[in-house]
Nanobody, 128 residues
Framework: QVQLVESGGGVVQAGDSLRLSCTASGRPLSTYAMGWFRQAPGKEREYVAHISHGGGNTYYANSVKGRFTVSRDNAKNTLYLQMNSLKPEDTAVYYC?????????????????????WGQGTQVTVSS
C-alpha cells in the first residue's frame, strides 16, 4: 500500500496563492491516479481535483476550476495542487488520496469511496 503525506498549507489572505504537496512512499505514485479533496468545519469532505496516472488528464470541481491546478511529478513521487486567487470559502483541511477504481467517470472521480490511502491533511486558511 501507499502512504501519503500532505504539506504546504498555511494562513493566507484572499487573492493569495498556495501550493500544496502530497508525497508518496511505500509504492510508486505512478501506480495510482490521484485526487484532492477538502473538508471545511461542519461540512462533508468534498472533491476538488483528479489527475490521471501520467498527468495527461486533469479534472476539477466547478468551484475551483480556473483557479486551481493539479499536477504530479512521478519521478519525485509527489502530487501538487497549485491554488491561485484563494477565497475565504476555500478554507478547509486538504487531503490527497489514491484512486482505486477501475475506469474513470465524472461520477467516480468525485466519489470519496473511489479513493483509498488518504493522507492526514493540511490546513488552508484564507482570511478576507
Amino acid at each position: 500500500q501507499v502512504q501519503l503525506v500532505e504539506s504546504g498549507g498555511g494562513v493566507v489572505q484572499a487573492g493569495d496563492s498556495l501550493r500544496l504537496s502530497c508525497t508518496a512512499s511505500g509504492r510508486p505514485l505512478s501506480t495510482y491516479a490521484m485526487g484532492w479533496f477538502r473538508q471545511a468545519p461542519g461540512k462533508e469532505r468534498e472533491y476538488v481535483a483528479h489527475i490521471s496516472h501520467g498527468g495527461g488528464n486533469t479534472y476539477y470541481a466547478n468551484s475551483v476550476k480556473g483557479r486551481f491546478t493539479v499536477s504530479r511529478d512521478n519521478a519525485k513521487n509527489t502530487l501538487y495542487l497549485q491554488m491561485n486567487s484563494l477565497k475565504p470559502e476555500d478554507t478547509a483541511v486538504y487531503y490527497c488520496a489514491a484512486y482505486v477504481q477501475y475506469g474513470s467517470s465524472l461520477i467516480s472521480r468525485a466519489m470519496r469511496s473511489s479513493y483509498d490511502y488518504w493522507g492526514q491533511g493540511t490546513q488552508v486558511t484564507v482570511s478576507s
